[in-house]
């Protein structure tokens, strides 16, 4: 649950610390006090988005945190890397000019982070909530988080995804006459291109080290000729006095055994100047340079370049290309027999997909019947007795008759009136009704979550008289497996509450400064009174409040002894 925030610098919140309690925590105050900043500020420490709007004017930063206690998130946490030992910290810093930092138990984390253990903490019922239930898009979504149903669409989704697959298989191979014969075309003038090229792996810096060498074969030549004559020629050559050498040395060597190092290391010499002169003279007889040969090199290098330069690839990339426009080309000409083979996988697989999704359906019509008895229990016991409510199946229109999350277009529909059919929840729903389902929805959603915390902003919305405290009624209910926080208007939902906090602003000094203050017995009844009759709080009005928050005390005690 959520135990403490700490709110710095937010709109007009200079500064607040608010400890929530287990149970139904109300917020109430006039319009404009700063009861919906409180939410925003929750929804910033949660990972929602900020903005730089939210920093208080004339402060550099603003800061929300927040406290959570017995939050079952071990495993969240250890898949991220973050430590923490009994109490879960969440940190939004966001900086005048917009940007913001993110921190769990001290370790920087990401918004995206900061969101995704949000998820597992609190659900938000924010005052679109009700618009989001008349987008019939989101009843199949509704429908299958109460059946729990994940596994199942999983199934669906896995087969669904084979059969699009193939269909963009079929696609890419599909095209007119036309474009076939103009993209053959092309591929064929290609392929001879690159084919007459005899493209092979390395010619080019073989080819490029010949062509060097023929550059400069006027200097390797010289140099060569000097270097074996040196070596190897006339009686006064490197080798010969080199041997001669050994010669002597080894005679010395004979007499004076310190001597045997040098004179095996001049021998040793004789050998690798033999070696390197018979090298060079090898090298020097194979050299054959034919007139033509350089211009040969320099055309061959050219038909290369060029072909670099239009394809945009090296010799590599060419040869891989060359092998890719066979493969086009051969697609494209055995197209038909391809697509023949494609439609037959296809037709197999639409049977699958149909298969999966009757059983995708039977699932969701179960889950449909269950729902629809919960939906209309809730709704009663929130005074809507003649309330009919059922889920609509219809079959996906056209062909092939089922899209990425099955064959049925699923819509909600209800009758809150004896005598009239049920028709479109977003049709014949007013502002209350819709208020009332999405209560429903989210208490019956609220059983299967794991989320400790809900939060209501203004669930009051069109709702009055008895409905309001059948509504005050089932938020309490519902506070006593969750902690709930809810923001209201209405006497009879802050009678309910366990902890009950008034938002009121002042103006100090020319700026406006938002308070929350935790209200006791009497304050409570003094807020109850103005939620009745405005400024006009009178003894009657006291007592009145009085009379209510007894009354919701009994309802308690009601549930208690139940």
């Known amino acids: 649950m959520l135990s403490e925030l700490h709110i710095e610098n937010i709109a007009v919140i200079e500064r607040s610390d608010i400890r929530f309690e287990r149970g139904l925590n109300i917020l109430t105050g006039e319009t404009g006090a700063g009861k919906s900043i409180i939410i925003d500020a929750i929804g910033a420490v ?56 993110c921190r769990i138990c001290g370790a920087p984390v990401t918004a995206a982070q900061l969101r995704e253990l949000g998820n597992l903490l609190v659900d938000v ?42 269909r963009r298989e079929i696609e890419k191979l599909t095209m007119d006459e036309a474009e076939k014969e103009r993209l053959s075309d092309s591929l064929r003038y290609q392929i001879r291109e690159l084919e007459k090229a005899e493209l092979k792996a390395g010619e080019k810096d073989t080819l490029t080290a010949r062509r060097d060498l023929l550059r400069n074969s006027e200097k390797l030549t010289e140099a060569l000729d000097e270097a074996i004559r040196l070596l190897n020629g006339g009686d006064e050559n490197a080798v010969s006095m080199a041997q001669n050498a050994s010669y002597y040395a080894s005679r010395a060597a004979g007499i004076a055994q310190d001597l045997q190092y040098a004179a095996k290391s001049i021998d040793d010499a004789v050998f690798s100047l033999s070696d390197a002169a018979e090298l060079l003279r090898d090298f020097r007889e194979k050299l054959d340079f034919s007139p033509d040969e350089y211009d040969e090199l320099e055309s061959r290098l050219s038909v290369l370049n060029k072909l670099e330069r239009k394809y945009s690839r090296d010799e590599a ?21 391809r697509i023949e083979k494609l439609q037959r996988e296809l037709a197999v697989q639409t049977d699958r997909c149909r298969r999966a999704a009757a ?52 819509a909600f529909l209800m009758s809150a009136n004896a005598g009239e059919d049920p028709g479109r929840i977003s049709r014949i729903a007013s502002g209350g009704e819709l208020s009332r389902i999405m ?60 902890s009950h906090f008034l938002i009121s602003k002042e103006e100090r000094g020319g700026r406006t400064y938002t308070e929350v203050t935790r ?34 005390e009994r309802f308690k005690q009601s549930l208690d002894k139940g």
Not at 144 to 164: I, P, T
Not at 376 to 405: H, I, T
């Open 317 to 337: 990339g060419l040869i891989a290309y060359l092998d890719e426009c066979r493969e086009k080309l051969d697609s494209i000409e055995y197209a038909e027999e």
């Open 125 to 166: 019922h924010g005052q679109n909530d009700g618009r989001q239930l008349m987008d019939e898009h989101r009843h199949r979504e509704y429908l299958d988080r109460f059946g729990e149903l994940e596994g199942a669409l999983g199934k669906y989704q896995a087969e669904y995804g084979k059969y699009r697959e193939i």
């Open 439 to 498: 209560l429903a929805l989210k208490n019956v959603f609220a059983e299967k979550d794991p989320v400790g915390t809900m939060i209501f902003d203004e669930i009051d919305t069109g709702v009055s008289g008895i409905a309001a405290q059948r509504v005050a009624e089932k938020l309490y209910s519902v506070s006593r497996g969750k902690q709930v926080l809810c923001v209201t208007h209405l006497p009879q939902i802050a009678s309910m509450a366990d």
């Open 46 to 101: 949660l990972g929602g988005r900020v903005s730089r709007e939210l920093v208080r004017r004339g402060s550099e930063k603003a800061t929300v945190s927040a406290v959570f206690e017995d939050c079952d998130v071990k495993q969240w946490l250890s898949e991220n890397e973050i430590d923490c030992e009994d109490e879960l910290i969440l940190q939004r810093r966001i900086q005048a000019d917009g940007k913001s930092s």
């Open 519 to 552: 209200l006791d017995h009497d304050g409570r009844a003094a807020e109850l009174a103005r939620l009745h009759g405005g400024d006009n709080v009178t003894l009657i009005t006291l007592a009145s409040a009085e009379e209510q928050m007894a009354s919701a």
């Open 359 to 410: 059983a995708l359906q039977t699932k969701r019509k179960e889950a449909a019947g269950k729902l629809e008895k919960r939906i209309v229990s809730e709704l009663r016991e929130l005074n809507m007795p003649s309330v009919r409510f059922s889920v609509s199946f219809e079959p996906l229109e056209g062909d092939p008759g089922f899209d990425a999350y099955g064959s049925d277009q699923i």
